[in-house]
């Protein structure tokens, strides 16, 4: 398991993010419309896997935000923002909010959460995702991870963008 935190509250996670150079797991997840996004769909393209708790929050809406604003600018790469929640909110909000350069998507009905090790364990969380970054290369092997220590805590964009520029 691995240990984050909230507000300073330490809690787990299923465990660690998979290893940078090894193969990414595949992931079917649930777009707003309910049909399905896979990995497949990005296969040729570097992924970057923008995993949080809920859309519903400041800090996970401006991790949404940012890398939609940041990704226009950026070639052969998909952004994927991943949450627990329903489908219908992250429909609303990409809708509300005008998100049109990322694949917003649920981990709703899939393994996503234990095959990533993102699922929080422990801790009010149990069920949602914990606050990480993945970036995939066009071969689907992790070149990046990040598992946010404090969870209200925004990722890396910097250290992401300057990856993938």
Same mark, same amino acid.
């Given at each position: @398991?691995?240990?984050? =935190?909230?507000?300073?509250?330490?809690?787990?996670?299923?465990?660690?993010?998979?290893?940078?150079?090894?193969?990414?797991?595949?992931? !079917?997840?649930?777009?707003?419309? *309910?049909?399905? /996004?896979?990995?497949? !769909?990005?296969?040729?393209?570097? %992924?970057?896997?923008?995993?949080?708790?809920?859309?519903? =929050?400041?800090? &996970?809406? @401006?991790?949404? +935000?940012?890398?939609? $604003?940041?990704? #226009?600018? *950026?070639?052969?790469?998909?952004?994927? &923002?991943?949450?627990?929640?329903?489908?219908?909110?992250?429909? +609303?909000? &990409?809708? #509300? $909010?005008? %998100?049109?350069?990322?694949?917003?998507?649920?981990?709703? +009905?899939? /393994?996503?959460?234990? !095959?990533?090790?993102?699922?929080?364990?422990?801790?009010? *969380?149990?069920?949602? *995702?914990? +606050?990480? %970054?993945?970036?995939?290369?066009?071969?689907?092997?992790?070149?990046? =991870?990040?598992?946010?220590?404090? =969870? #209200?805590?925004?990722?890396?964009?910097? #250290?992401?963008?300057?990856?993938?520029?």
């Amino acid at each position: @398991m691995a240990t984050v =935190t909230l507000k300073g509250n330490p809690f787990e996670t299923l465990g660690d993010l998979p290893s940078v150079g090894e193969k990414a797991p595949a992931f !079917d997840l649930v777009k707003s419309d *309910l049909s399905s /996004t896979t990995s497949s !769909d990005f296969a040729g393209k570097k %992924i970057v896997l923008n995993i949080f708790p809920s859309i519903d =929050t400041p800090t &996970c809406a @401006m991790s949404v +935000r940012q890398f939609n $604003e940041q990704a #226009a600018s *950026l070639n052969n790469v998909s952004v994927v &923002c991943v949450s627990a929640d329903l489908p219908f909110a992250i429909g +609303r909000f &990409c809708g #509300a $909010e005008g %998100i049109e350069n990322v694949t917003a998507a649920s981990s709703f +009905r899939s /393994t996503f959460g234990v !095959d990533y090790k993102v699922n929080f364990a422990t801790g009010p *969380l149990v069920g949602l *995702l914990s +606050r990480s %970054i993945v970036v995939i290369d066009e071969d689907g092997v992790v070149i990046y =991870t990040e598992q946010v220590s404090e =969870t #209200a805590n925004e990722p890396n964009y910097t #250290a992401v963008i300057d990856l993938l520029s």
